[in-house]
């Protein structure tokens, strides 16, 4: 597609379901990305895919907390048994890769999914 | 560890106003910086980037300079536009180097309201 995109973009959920995000990178990028935004914590890296691969899960909060990428494309963030904390806005990111210059490593951000947990 | 801050919003201006952001950073080696912009119900943009020292970065009127010696890189426009009201961040990347995973590291970001 001509942009990152996220689904579902508004998500409501009760505490202790468990919840998937999905993300779309850029057609052709092998570098993607997920970021938190939460009113307490700012802009919070959680996880790095270069292609299928995660070298960075250090954002990760808890182990409820899992992603995988399929085909170096899609890619889906789950979180198990859900709490009020997890309230936040998930934004997924992409880059043609993670290295080189910078010009091939800029990050393209979708427009997030609100998730609510009650 | 690798961190940014910026100065706390909201900040509110009239149209045709002079704006500065400030954004300063800790980080070993030399990071790349950037400014991302988010408009209201949209995703995170990015505004403009910087990745060595004494470079300047520009983008619609918006400038921003890579200063090493007071590790900042301050967000200036000359004349604020109802347009341009928005939440910016700041950030940096310490790309590969040294196994870095080219994560971006942000600012609590700022909230600017541009009043006609």
């Known amino acids: 597609g001509a942009g990152v995109s996220q689904s579902p973009s508004n998500k409501v959920t009760e505490k202790g379901k468990d919840v998937e995000l999905r993300c779309d990178p850029i057609?052709?990028?092998?570098?993607l990305y997920w970021y938190r935004q939460s009113l307490g914590q700012g802009l919070e890296f959680l996880i790095y895919?270069?292609?299928?691969?995660?070298?960075?899960k250090s954002g990760l909060p808890s182990d409820r907390f899992s992603a995988e990428r399929t085909g170096g494309s899609v890619s889906t963030l789950t979180i198990q048994r859900t709490q009020q904390e997890d309230s936040a806005v998930y934004l997924c990111?992409?880059?043609?890769?993670?290295?080189?210059?910078?010009?091939?490593?800029?990050?393209?951000f979708g427009a997030g999914t609100r998730l609510s947990v009650l | 560890g690798n961190s940014v801050t910026q100065m706390e919003g909201p900040v509110t201006l009239s149209e045709e106003a002079f704006l500065t952001i400030n954004c300063t950073y800790t980080?070993?080696?030399?990071?790349?910086l950037f400014w991302y912009v988010q408009y209201p119900g949209e995703g995170l943009q990015l505004l403009l980037k910087?990745?060595?020292?004494?470079d300047k970065g520009s983008n619609k009127g918006f400038e921003a300079t890579y200063r090493k010696e007071t590790t900042s890189f301050h967000l200036e426009k000359g004349s604020v536009q109802v347009s341009d009201s928005a939440v910016y961040f700041c950030?940096?990347?310490?790309?590969?180097?040294?196994?870095?995973?080219?994560?971006?590291?942000f600012g609590t970001g700022t909230l600017l309201a541009v009043q006609p």
């Open positions: 990111a992409s880059s043609p890769t993670a290295g080189g210059t910078l010009a091939k490593n800029i990050q393209y």
């Open positions: 057609s052709g990028h092998t570098a």
């Open positions: 895919f270069q292609g299928n691969s995660a070298p960075d």
């Open positions: 980080a070993t080696g030399y990071p790349s």
């Open positions: 910087a990745t060595k020292a004494d």
């Open positions: 950030a940096l990347s310490k790309g590969n180097y040294g196994g870095a995973t080219n994560k971006l590291i």
